[in-house]
Structure formats: C-alpha cells, structure tokens
C-alpha cells in the first residue's frame, strides 16, 4: 500500500517559521507528475498552497508567495515546505498530495497552528 506520510507541523508564534516534510516511497517520487501542498483551515474548504512539477517548476498560492518554499530532496525522498514569516492566517491542516498519471495520493494531514 501506498503511504505518504506529513511530518513537521506544529504551534508556532506569529513571524515564526516551520519546515513541514512529505515522504513516500522512491518509486511514487520516481513517478510523479507534480508534488503539492494544500491546507484546509478550520471550517473552510482545501485550497492549494505550494505545487512542484516534475521539471522542477514552482508554483504558489498568492498568500504563500515569498514566504514558503516547496523544495525536493531526492536523497530522502521527500518533498518540503518551508515555511517562513507565518501568520495566524496560515493555522490549518496541511496535506501532501502526489499525483503519478491519473492517481492521487495523499497524506493524513500534519496541524499546523499559528498563535501567540
């Protein structure tokens, strides 16, 4: 069976920076088309944080931009967001989500929570 796995979340204060890891297995990163990050804070719907493709390309959510980093570490096989400046906004719970052809994988989720 398929895991990817999220790790990193946490409380953090205002201005604050986390680093959040996705890991899966070498085969699913060998396959990948792109490698996202989404959050769904309380109440609200999932939205997209943070894609990377398999050329390499980034792409963020307006509100990210400048402040995270989606960054691939193919040593380890995992994919990270580095997360910079955090703002109680940002409070919510943060998905991997890997795509290989027509399927999706995703992870449980790891809290993230911004507050003084």
């Known amino acids: 069976q398929v895991q990817v796995v999220e790790s990193g979340g946490g409380l953090v204060q205002p201005g604050g920076s986390l680093r959040l890891s996705c890991a899966a297995s070498?085969?699913?990163?060998?396959?990948?088309?792109?490698v996202d990050w989404y959050r769904q804070p309380p109440g609200q719907r999932r939205e997209l944080v943070a894609s990377?493709?398999?050329?390499?390309?980034?792409n963020y959510e307006n509100s990210a931009e400048g402040r995270f980093t989606i960054s691939r570490d193919h040593a380890k096989n995992t994919v990270s967001l580095q997360m910079n400046s955090l703002k109680p906004e940002d409070t919510a719970l943060y998905y991997c989500?890997?795509?290989?052809?027509?399927?999706?994988?995703w992870g449980q989720g790891t809290q993230v929570t911004v507050s003084s």
């Open positions: 990377l493709t398999r050329d390499g390309t980034e």
């Open positions: 989500h890997i795509k290989v052809g027509l399927t999706d994988y």
């Open positions: 070498a085969s699913l990163f060998f396959r990948f088309l792109t």
